[in-house]
């Protein structure tokens, strides 16, 4: 397929920062768009994100020499643009504007085939799923917000529920956003009403809590009181590369050794067995900890996000030093297509889970949801069941009902 034209424009994210939305025009006229989601807590091996207007510049000078070609199929595309590109972080064309043209394009495949995106990232990634029925993925929705995202006391920047495909996907997000509310009205007692409760970038409620303890807690107070059997489970997201300073956590304001902080997990999870998952316990570069963590509990996931960021080779070196069991893959960490379905593919090489995930700060664009659809993913995470997050949702009932 040969292509045209490749516009970017300056558009907002659900926090108010700039992004791009990019729009690729083939030469049969068939056109497509893709809008780039950002992250805040981002890992220091992402690729890099351009700012809006070096990313016009960049696509400018990129478009004659994209013109002359005749791509084949998105890895085609995607071969293209990494060898124009030619960083190791994708520096010169920018990961947001390669994950653009690359899901556009995608976008212009599937609607020339006249097919869903998904079937067409699976028919050239994922063959193998082709004839089989759709996985349902598990849900991953973030309740309370801390860290980076909230202006609170929490350290850990996230607090999710973890909703199972024990019923169809309707039925599923309907139960979330029941538990939702539920958790709204037992946390407004400290503030007066619902209404008054603060949330944070993914929807989150964001409140003080006495403790880094205390909303799981009341999470699973909040899920036992819907008496939805065993429907949800509990996860965290630490972030910890964020309260990492210079050999020592610092967790409520104290500095904490890793083997201490080890010792904080193992407790959480004595004292709350619904909890199953914990992304990101760590400092991306602390592979001891994970090593340590994932040695020492069973049956739990232990997940890499700033620690993988997407990248194939990064999972693999995780998956063979055995340091998680679980990875979030974030296409806009790598920056096309192809990379983010090799990642996907490499997970499930060396059997770890997949969990296909959104960022703090997001667009309307639901791509990640056809990705997890065509690659068969275990999970997906996409914050709390309101506002901007709802599109990723409603796409996930379409897709999976
Ligand atoms: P980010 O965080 O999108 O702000 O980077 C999300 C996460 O850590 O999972
Ligand atoms: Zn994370």
């Known amino acids: 397929m040969k292509l045209n034209n490749i516009v970017v424009r300056e558009i907002f994210d659900s926090r108010g920062k700039p992004t791009i939305s990019v729009c690729v025009e083939a030469a049969s006229g068939v056109s497509a768009c893709a809008e780039i989601p950002s992250g805040k807590s981002r890992g220091s091996r992402e690729a890099a994100v351009l700012r809006p207007k070096e990313a016009v510049v960049a696509v400018k000078k990129l478009l004659p020499a994209l013109k002359e070609k005749d791509f084949s199929g998105i890895a085609a595309l995607d071969r293209f643009l990494i060898s124009e590109d030619g960083t190791p972080n994708k520096s010169k064309l920018g990961g947001n504007t390669m994950l653009g043209i690359s899901v556009a394009f995608a976008r212009i495949l599937a609607e020339t085939r006249k097919e869903e995106l998904w079937q067409t990232v699976q028919r050239e990634f994922f063959p ?184 194939p080779k990064e999972i693999k070196r995780c998956a063979e030093e055995k340091l998680i069991n679980a990875v979030i893959i974030k296409p806009n960490q790598i920056g096309t297509v192809s990379e983010a379905c090799e990642a996907m593919k490499v997970a499930e090489k060396f059997k770890l889970k997949t969990i296909v995930s959104h960022r703090s700060g997001e667009t309307e664009d639901s791509f990640i949801i056809h990705l997890a659809r065509a690659g068969s993913a275990y999970g997906v995470k996409i914050g709390a069941p309101v506002r901007e997050r709802m599109s990723k949702f409603n796409e996930l009932i379409r897709l999976y009902s």
């Open 128 to 311: 193998e799923y082709l004839r089989k029925r759709p996985r349902v993925p598990y849900i991953f929705s973030n309740l309370i917000n801390g860290g980076a995202h909230a202006d609170n006391n929490l350290d850990i920047q996230e607090y999710m529920v973890v909703v199972a495909p024990k019923q169809p996907i309707e039925k599923s997000v309907e139960k979330l956003i029941a538990l939702y509310k539920k958790l709204g009205k037992m946390l407004a007692l400290a503030v007066g009403s619902p209404k008054a409760l603060r949330t944070g970038d993914e929807g989150g409620y964001s409140l003080n809590f006495q403790s880094g303890f205390e909303p799981l807690r009341i999470l699973n107070a909040a899920t036992r009181s819907l008496r939805a059997g065993k429907m949800f489970s509990l996860a965290i997201d630490a972030a910890a590369s964020e309260f990492y300073r210079h050999e020592y956590y610092v967790l409520e304001g104290k500095g904490i050794s890793r083997e201490a902080l080890v010792h904080v997990y193992l407790d959480f999870l004595k004292r709350i067995p619904a909890l199953v998952s914990l992304e990101d316990p760590f400092d991306e570069e602390d592979r001891e900890g994970f090593k340590s963590l994932l040695g020492r509990t069973k049956g739990k996931l232990i997940v890499g996000d700033d620690l993988t960021t997407t990248n």
